[in-house]
Antibody, heavy 112, light 112 residues
Framework: EVQLVESGGGLVQPGGSLRLSCAASGFTVSSNYMSWVRQAPGKGLEWVSVIYSGDTTYYADSVKGRFTISRDNSKNTLFLQMNSLRAEDTAVYYC??????WGQGTLVTVSS | DVVMTQSPLSLPVTLGQPASISCRSSQSLVYSDGNTYLNWFQQRPGQSPRRLIYKVSNRDSGVPDRFSGSGSGTDFTLKISRVEAEDVGVYYCMQGTHWAWTFGQGTKVEIK
């Protein structure tokens, strides 16, 4: 059974950093493209970043230059390093394997 | 970015009656490999998104056959043949043809 468990969310001040993790089980993160998708409170879904099996990465314009997606195949874990955080980055962050399997999400709140 | 426009944004439906959601893209979603990467997701209250349909009309495993997807090019439709209480939630179309992948605004399905 595929399972994705996000962690690392929390309250951070504007300009701060957070690192989100997504622990995978039931498959290997290196075998499929993996993504981060976010949802601001009461809003719709926004694709943040994707990493392909060949390590090609893409980012939404809204996070380019501030966020970095990566994975650790030995830990079967996906990461999202978020720097220079802004209030508008406040959201639930989901990791997804392909587009089929999603985690339960982790809340990031950027506020002073 | 490709803009995905859904209608209606709110859909009150009587139990047992059909429902239909339209999704239009600002450019063709036909990829260079001939596939059209248009997905439909359901998000029940308090839950993560769940993929229902991939590549326009392919139903995911475990998805009831009352859900169907159709369309081509820039115009797509999700139909529920007979709405059940468990279908309450927000439905999103999503294009995976052009980066940045984008979602529609969401259509809230509720029971009258």
């Amino acid at each position: 059974e595929v399972q994705l468990v996000e962690s690392g969310g929390g309250l951070v001040q504007p300009g701060g950093s957070l690192r989100l993790s997504c622990a995978a089980s039931g498959f290997t993160v290196s075998s499929n493209y993996m993504s981060w998708v976010r949802q601001a409170p009461g809003k719709g879904l926004e694709w943040v970043s994707v990493i392909y099996s060949g390590d090609t990465t893409y980012y939404a314009d809204s996070v380019k230059g501030r966020f970095t997606i990566s994975r650790d195949n030995s830990k079967n874990t996906l990461f999202l390093q978020m720097n220079s955080l802004r209030a508008e980055d406040t959201a639930v962050y989901y990791c997804a394997s392909g587009t089929l399997d999603w985690g339960q999400g982790t809340l990031v709140t950027v506020s002073s | 970015d490709v803009v995905m426009t859904q209608s209606p944004l709110s859909l009150p439906v009587t139990l047992g009656q059909p429902a239909s959601i339209s999704c239009r893209s600002s450019q063709s979603l036909v990829y260079s490999d001939g596939n059209t990467y248009l997905n439909w997701f359901q998000q029940r209250p308090g839950q993560s998104p769940r993929r229902l349909i991939y590549k326009v009309s392919n139903r995911d495993s475990g998805v009831p056959d009352r859900f169907s997807g159709s369309g081509s090019g820039t115009d797509f439709t999700l139909k529920i043949s007979r709405v059940e209480a468990e279908d309450v939630g927000v439905y999103y179309c999503m294009q995976g043809t052009h980066w940045a992948w984008t979602f529609g605004q969401g259509t809230k399905v509720e029971i009258k």
